[in-house]
């Protein structure tokens, strides 16, 4: 059960912000919300993760709303190379990750 | 930079026969970890292990075995090869626990004919 719900397809284009959307309303409250992506061709690639604060770091923002029911993970400034499937994982920090489906996001020259 | 590294991308294998897939990781982690990534499906942990000799279960251990003999080295069994083990298999390490410290491997994808 991956306690996560995301779109399966999303479109940006290049140069805009890429927002990908999670709901994860059966969220506990030790529980953390993680982003993982994975090109094509390549094994998952980690992202950024947060509890209830925002986050930001050198690839990406990540905006949980106040209840911690839905988050956002926000690339800024997308580019063809952030073509990819995108996962949304919600876990304690010391359990193990479970994959769902995720986004597959395609970058749009 | 971590490296992770597995034996093969691409693997063809026959029903029954016996498949050793290899993951090595050159940072010296703890803990090292076997998936399986099905379309669908996500990725499922099938085995992991957090020291030498050492291993645990994962959600779907059944038709594989793992090996720890070395720190670097995880390997994973298919001890007799079945066409419902054909999937796309990535290895992870990670030194801390902790999702955000997992290192994937490239992935290697095993056909079984």
């Known amino acids: 059960d991956a306690k996560t719900t995301q779109p399966p397809s999303m479109d940006c284009a290049e140069g805009r912000a890429a927002n990908l959307p999670c709901n994860h309303s059966t969220i506990s409250g030790n529980e953390y919300v993680y982003w993982y992506r994975q090109i094509h061709s390549q094994g998952p690639q980690y992202i950024i993760h947060g509890l209830k604060n925002n986050e930001t770091n050198e690839m990406a923002s990540l905006i949980i709303t106040e209840d911690r029911k839905s988050s956002t993970l926000i690339l800024p400034h997308a580019t063809l190379r952030d073509t990819a499937v995108y996962y949304c994982i919600v876990t304690l920090r010391d359990d193990k990750i479970i994959f769902g489906k995720g986004t597959r996001l395609h970058i749009l020259p | 930079d971590v490296k992770v590294t597995q034996s093969s991308r691409y693997l063809v294998k026959r029903t029954g026969e016996k498949v050793f897939l290899e993951c090595v990781q050159d940072?010296?982690?703890?803990?090292m970890f076997w998936y399986r990534q099905d379309p669908g499906l996500g990725l499922r942990l099938i085995y992991f292990?957090?020291?030498?000799?050492?291993?645990e279960k994962g959600d779907i251990p059944e038709g594989y075995s793992v090996s720890r003999e070395k720190k670097e080295r995880f390997s994973l069994i298919l001890e007799s090869a079945s066409t419902n083990q054909t999937s796309m298999y990535l290895c992870?390490?990670?030194?801390?626990?902790?999702?955000?410290?997992?290192?994937f491997g490239p992935g290697t994808r095993l056909l079984v004919l």
């Open positions: 940072m010296d982690h703890e803990n």
């Open positions: 292990s957090y020291d030498v000799k050492m291993k």
């Open positions: 992870a390490s990670s030194f801390l626990w902790g999702p955000e410290t997992q290192y």
